[in-house]
């Protein structure tokens, strides 16, 4: 999905390419007898105050999350990750796997307030021209845009790069209908429609104003960012039914343990556990039993820029990769709440290849590669610094990477950042040796593989290693093509397998996602795309009734 700034905050021509995966989500159950209740405020707190509001330039979680209660696509993921209808009531594709047609709902409206006042286009109906409109904006020529992955519709990277007036391959062809035209057939398209950054805006905005004063379809409106809070209001036109509850907060705290003591206080409707508790809570007959846990489909990684000495060097990352534990800084750091990364796929995921053999701790092998690579001993290798973003998880894994890199000889520096600098110094290539993690925007080995790997994301893209592989590069064209699936995952592991030999990141570990919920809590579920695809809207609060109704 999106990088993710801290461990655990920060998807087929439709479901067919899912297969038999499971994407472990879990939920809360609640009682047969229970009904929801209309109601209440549900806070949710961050670890960052970085947060974008225009969807065409989402790139983070976080944002991702509060954005996707403003904004409705043409489709959207369900919690068992499938593609499901949102503002589009219907849709075809055509026997080439060419051309989509999409037929919208005709009952979604804007919001016909924001921030108190009444907005630009009053309310009214969505149609195709705003869907038009939506991906002109989120296609147009800037920086910094999510446009490269609908490159694959016609025309659009001509459109984006400044050499097209048009989208050759979108157009309205009625007042609620939209069709797009795909370059050639491309499997997971749908499933780009259910990304954050397709989400339909009214033609009547433009992107200040949306900065300024976001304005969708979704189930909650804008209120106000108060200080360090976004407030979000409950949207009582929504097309689907207004929410159950009345408000959702999002205050900005950036200590986990403090935001772990306002959970406990009460103030705050869920958190995520921080390691330090994990065990504690696990032991705790009624904290347990208020705990979600889930695997997430993301990786944690330590970039290397390929072109730039001494990374440049294949010997020098296999040694990186071999030096550091992953499995003790699995148990010591995170309590075991992860598993190590054998490779880029993770475990329950489309591709997932279990004998894919990976790296794992050998102080012999990295001392031998890196005396090969003109190190002994690490004698003469040059200064480096690894950045990370402000978090304590990546502080305390720091601290055991650099253990296992003096035991090879080098000395490595730390340089913490805040999120926002850590990304845009990566994005510039400024961070040569660096702490990134990513998580799913579509399950399909394209959204992790291509994203990440391939030539043309360099500079452009999530291709922050700077890999280039003239093989890796067929075998992923050749895959994203393809419209059989088991001959797609086959072309995947073979890229997964060259990458790993060639070690562009340490490989350290696959997520899991931990959340400690209140008593009154009913509604929330979590599945492997991450909290991110929160639904905030099928969430409610059951009133206490006793003191015992309280943690």
Known sequence: MYPFLCRITCVLALLVFLGGCSNDQVQIDKKADEKPVRGGVYRRAFADSYIVLDPAMIKDSNSHEVCRQLYDGLVEFDNDARVVPALASTWKI???????????????????????QPTRNGGRKVTAADVVFSFRHLLKPREDSQASFFWVIKGARAFTEGKAADIEG????????????????????????????????PHEDSETGLDKLPVGTGPFRWVEKASDTIILEANPDYFRGRPWLDRLEFPVITDEETRFAEFMAGRLSHVDVPDSKYRSIRQDAKLAANLLESNLWGINYLGMSMAKPPFNDPLVRKAFNYAIDRDTIVKLVLNDRAAPANGVLPPGFPGHDDALAGYVYDLAKARALLAEAGYPEGKGFPDIELQYNRDPIHARTAEFVLANLRDIGISCNVKEV????????????????????????????????????????????????????????????????????????ELYRQAEKLIVEEAPWVFMYFYTVHVLYQPQVRGLSLSAMGESLLQYRHIWLQPAKTPADKL
């Open 418 to 489: 805040d999120f926002g600098e850590h990304l845009s110094s990566i994005e510039k290539g400024a961070a040569p040796f660096f702490r990134m993690g990513w998580t799913v925007d579509y399950p399909d080995p394209d959204s992790f593989l291509y994203t990440l790997f391939h030539s043309s994301n360099i500079g452009v893209g999530y291709n922050f290693s700077g890999f280039k592989n003239a093989e890796v590069d067929a075998l992923l064209d050749k895959a994203r093509f393809e419209t059989e699936m088991s001959r797609r995952v």
């Open 94 to 116: 055509s026997d080439d796997k060419l051309t989509y047609t999409f037929t919208l709902r005709e009952d979604a409206s804007f919001h016909s307030q924001a921030g108190g």
């Open 170 to 201: 979108l157009r309205a062809i009625g007042s609620h209908t939209v069709e797009f035209v795909l370059e050639k057939p491309f499997a997971p398209f749908v499933s780009l429609l259910a990304m954050i950054n397709a989400g339909v805006i």
